[in-house]
């Protein structure tokens, strides 16, 4: 089978990432539960940021965010190494920017993720990612975003969304924690 996966918010607690190191530079303490309650992707309104700010401090910010760090989901790594192993296809869809795209390979290959250069496509827009997976024909595919769920209902793919505060609303098969992903794909596949 073939599985595809986004990479932030997704396999990595990317944002909430983000949450705390926003916290240290701006030298301003927010409590973790406006976090969780955040109805967007973007956390900068926690920060009292306008979009703007919030941008600017993103896009500042990535080199860090992406490449230090950000921890990966407890168990998104061993289902990942298992589904591999066991012979399937796994596929990296990111839309992070175009020129990350060498050092977020290489990240992937020095955190162990069984991670192959033509299985690995990035620097697209949301909306592109649904060209990508359609053309890839996945049986399963997981992201966060509802930019990009939203475009993948017809498509004849496995759409799983990844647990977040801002995706609440999108009725798909979700998974809070990796555990609950293993045990459903395991069923699926039975």
Not at 79 to 99: C, M, N, V, W
Not at 112 to 119: I, N, R, S
């Amino acid at each position: 089978m073939k599985f595809g996966f986004d990479i932030d918010d997704t396999l990595i607690n990317l944002r909430e990432y983000a949450f705390h190191y926003y916290q240290e530079q701006l030298d301003k303490r927010v409590d973790i539960d406006i976090f969780h309650a955040l109805k967007r992707v973007e956390i900068h309104e926690a920060f009292g940021l306008s979009d703007e700010e919030g941008k600017d401090m993103w896009n500042s910010s990535l080199d860090f965010l992406y490449f230090t760090n950000c921890p990966i989901y407890p168990g998104a790594l061993k289902l990942l190494k298992q589904l591999a192993s066991d012979g399937h296809e796994i596929f990296y869809i990111t839309s992070r920017p175009p020129e990350h795209t060498e050092n977020t390979f290489n990240w992937l290959i020095e955190q162990g993720f069984p991670v192959q250069k033509e299985h690995f496509f990035c620097g697209m827009k949301d909306l592109e990612k649904a060209g990508i997976i359609k053309n890839l024909q996945l049986d399963y595919y997981v992201d966060d975003k509802p930019a990009v769920l939203d475009t993948l209902t017809n498509a004849p793919v496995t759409v799983i969304v990844k647990d977040q505060s801002y995706n609440r609303h999108l009725d798909l098969p979700r998974v809070k924690d990796w555990n609950q992903l293993g045990d459903l794909i395991n069923s699926e596949m039975k």
